[in-house]
């Protein structure tokens, strides 16, 4: 499926290695892609014919640079028939290189938006000494990006979450929230107006560190949140790493078991009717034998 001449693709893939161990990575992290937009049903069927616009975001991180080539490789290909938008939202972070990626975009050739907004100085102001940054910084980003799609005509709003993110979302909400619920790969927003899509569900977050190591792209790290100590977040990653260095594989177990819930196995009686579970042997009551609530 790969092409040998990879720098007549797309500039992101100028200089990509011709190694066979990076033609199977870059396989890979396609045909992952791909399955995760296909499965989830992430290009919309327009009835006029027109092609859905995304805004794809871009923190500077290796799983945003991974996402943004692998997409352009689906356009390429005639699998992914969509308009694509760039995104970086500077949030005004002490240090952040605000040159860098409009300088890769512009380089690449890629369409893009970049935005200015100073939530910092917010997540600073009200998050009580001591406290992580995440929860906030994060609905501040949204917010503002759902904004910049409404302006910029997308239907939808691309992240960079990858398997791995879903897997420790999961666990944080299992352990910390008291629920089971993860990382949706499609959801509609609050007002209902924008998809939000996450279109590498599927793929390792190795496979995407090893690609964008490979490809050179100039990471921006975030010293925001990724400074604290303690976050719940990394205390997850290690339990996982600990498991998959004890059993190679079992992250993969794992997010197929997000695949694969059964209700009627599990203990919500808002998901499956156990009370109108019946036998072939249950009598059929009247109302006046009905069995009395307990008090």
């Given amino acids: 499926m790969l092409d040998d001449d990879l720098d007549a693709i797309h500039p992101l893939f100028a200089g990509a290695p011709t190694t066979t161990a990076f033609k199977k990575l870059r396989k890979r992290i396609v045909r992952n892609t791909r399955e995760a937009i296909e499965q989830y049903g992430m290009v919309e069927k327009r009835e006029d014919g027109s092609r859905p616009r995304w805004l794809v975001c871009l923190s500077g991180g290796k799983d945003s640079y991974t996402m943004l080539a692998v997409l352009y490789e689906l356009k390429w290909r005639g699998l992914l ?9 500077d949030q005004g972070q002490p240090g952040f290189p605000a040159t860098v990626l409009p300088e890769f975009l512009g380089k690449m050739e890629v369409p893009n938006r ?19 940054f995440c929860a906030l910084c994060s609905r501040l980003r949204r917010g503002n990006l759902y904004r910049i799609a409404r302006e910029e005509g997308c239907s939808a709003v691309v992240l960079g979450h990858h398997r791995d993110d879903i897997l420790e979302t999961f666990f944080m909400n299992l352990f910390h ?5 993860t990382m949706p790969p499609k959801l509609v927003n609050e007002e209902g107006d924008l998809f939000l899509y996450r279109p590498l569900a599927h793929v390792a977050e190795a ?16 010293d925001l949140c990724g400074s604290q100590d303690g976050l719940q977040r990394q205390q997850v990653k290690q339990i996982l790493d600990q498991w998959e260095s ?23 009686p808002k998901l499956f009717d156990f ?7 249950t009598p059929d009551l009247t109302e006046s034998e009905e069995i009395p609530t307990l008090r």
């Avoid at 929230?177 to 619920?181: E, K, V, Y």
């Avoid at 009370?275 to 042997?281: D, F, Q």
Wanted: charged share 25%.
């Fill in 177 to 181: 929230g008291g629920r089971l619920a």
């Fill in 207 to 222: 496979d995407c560190e090893k690609f964008a190591r490979d490809m050179n792209y100039p990471i921006i790290p975030c």
């Fill in 275 to 281: 009370m109108g579970l019946t036998t072939k042997n």
């Fill in 81 to 89: 028939p969509v308009d694509l938008l760039a995104c970086n939202l």
């Fill in 246 to 268: 004890n059993s190679p594989g079992r992250r993969q177990v794992m997010f197929r078991a997000l695949m694969n819930a059964r209700p009627s196995h599990l203990l919500d």
């Fill in 114 to 132: 970049i935005e200015y907004q100073d939530t910092y100085s917010i997540v600073m102001d009200k998050v009580p000494a001591g406290r992580t």
